[in-house]
DNA sequence: CGTTCAGTTGACCATGATCAAGAGTGGTGG
DNA sequence: CCACCACTCTTGATCATGGTCAACTGAACG
């Protein structure tokens, strides 16, 4: 299996062998384990070098004073936890171990070498950085207009299809170990509501989940369900789960105009 | 006045005498003025070249299909409309004008030149783009996690210091353009709660709002309602209404720890 | 001087929160 | 191997925040 990372930058712009190779290096380098659960950093904290979900997934997220706690966002293989650290000195947030997690540590200046080196490498590093900056505005309109179901529907929609473009997929099924306390977190709701609108879904067989496991038997009903247009991912290789693809099925139906 | 584009990037970092006359050419090069109301540019339209706003309030938005609407930043002098431009095909939301809005358009060949000849300037575009991502993060918080209020309240804060940092606040006044509809579809709220909420902050001697004119009287008391910590705006020049000064001042006070 | 748009108010309603308790599952150590 | 603990999921009853619908006021502007 060809690197996460390596195939989530590809989702942008092709690289060379050579480009190749550099990043599998960057990920060999130094590997670390953490458990579940556990903070990557905190929020407050300088953040002293890059890190790269190789397996496992992991969340960014804010609390307040009073202990309610946001998720801004999942972290996934392949994903780059914030080029921050080369700008901004402290972190506005933390980031913390959903499942045991497995990260490369990338240092300052191992990656300042690549950055200056391989510009391919760097073009797509702020891809990653401003399509991570458009999930944030999609996960801002997430928790501000759409309803319960909505909500849970678009977050499954967009982990299936992030999951997809770093082969993380098999059929119609991915691993989804967010508990539902974390789907709570994630789009604004209590877990008491999470459970019974997860539920709703299942009654209408827009999903089915068995412990870590996620199954979307019908994408293009459950993209409906969430009102979810996946061109904010920015992804090049668009699949049969488009919405583009939805359009043109409603075409065919003749069900709609 | 100094334009508020170096004032904004000098918040984080130090211009050299080039750098600046470097911007106030970018700036200068081509104004236009666009009425109140009107997109600058749609969601899906392919970005031509990239904004600068000079004057007045924009929006940064994006609408379901069945019309709801979510406003996922507003944009004020000295912002730049997004970098995506240069890395991402198309818009994934619309930029739209709250007032009249005067803005410079500094087209890609123009910029790449800068970007090539002004490190300076280019790590500050690159803060000012993470510290836009840092602020959408805290709007996630905003509607995921805060009462109506709250939310409110964070964002008078919120854009108070930003209008702060840029030179447009005047003691404890500020303009504020964006109409109760606004504020609603800023906040993931309806406009008849937010013109109740409103109301509600009134009473307490929070803000006075007098038509376009926001004044928070007791900044302090203002952020404690709104659960706001300017951390996340990444200025520099922290300033008294800051969450430190008010600890130091609790501190003061003897009323805590 | 009417038209338009922002702001305001009231009555009623619904989505989702809160509180509390119980069931299933997995891991750990005696 | 089993008992216990912790955590996740589930369910029920009740409540509250904020939504909906509708009408009215007042200021701005041509």
Chains 1, 2 share one sequence.
């Not at 499942?99 to 300042?112: G, S």
């Not at 098999?170 to 709570?184: K, L």
Request: charged share 25%; with cysteine; net charge negative.
């Amino acid at each position: 299996m060809p690197n996460a990372l390596t195939r989530r930058l590809e989702e942008y712009t092709a690289l060379t062998e050579a480009d190749r190779r550099e990043l599998a290096k960057l990920t060999a380098q130094s590997t670390l384990t953490i458990p579940p659960r556990r903070d990557l950093i905190r929020e407050g904290e300088a953040p002293h070098s890059l890190y790269l979900i190789l397996d496992g997934w992991a969340c960014h997220y804010r609390t307040l004073e009073d202990g309610r706690r946001q998720i801004v966002d999942f972290a996934i293989p392949g994903d780059l936890c914030d080029l921050n650290l080369f700008i901004l000195d402290r972190m506005d947030h933390s980031i913390g171990a959903i499942t045991r997690l497995k990260v490369a540590e990338i240092d300052r200046e191992m990656f300042h070498d690549v950055v200056r080196k391989f510009p391919n490498i760097t073009t797509a590093l702020w891809w990653q950085e401003l399509v991570s900056k458009s999930i944030h505005r999609e996960w801002i309109v997430n928790v501000g207009q759409r309803t319960a179901l909505e909500r849970i529907a678009h977050l499954f929609c967009e982990m299936f299809l992030r999951l997809e473009s770093v082969g993380l997929t098999d059929g119609f099924c991915c691993d989804f170990p967010a508990t539902q306390v974390d789907i709570a977190d994630a789009t604004g709701l209590t877990s008491v509501h999470v459970n019974r609108t997860v539920q709703e879904l299942r009654r209408r067989d827009l999903v089915t989940m068995d412990r870590q496991r996620l199954m979307i038997p019908d994408m293009v009903a459950l993209q409906t369900a969430g009102l979810f247009n996946p061109e904010y991912l920015h992804h090049r290789r668009l699949n049969r789960h488009t919405h583009f693809s939805r359009d043109a099925q409603t075409r065919l139906d003749g069900t709609v105009g």
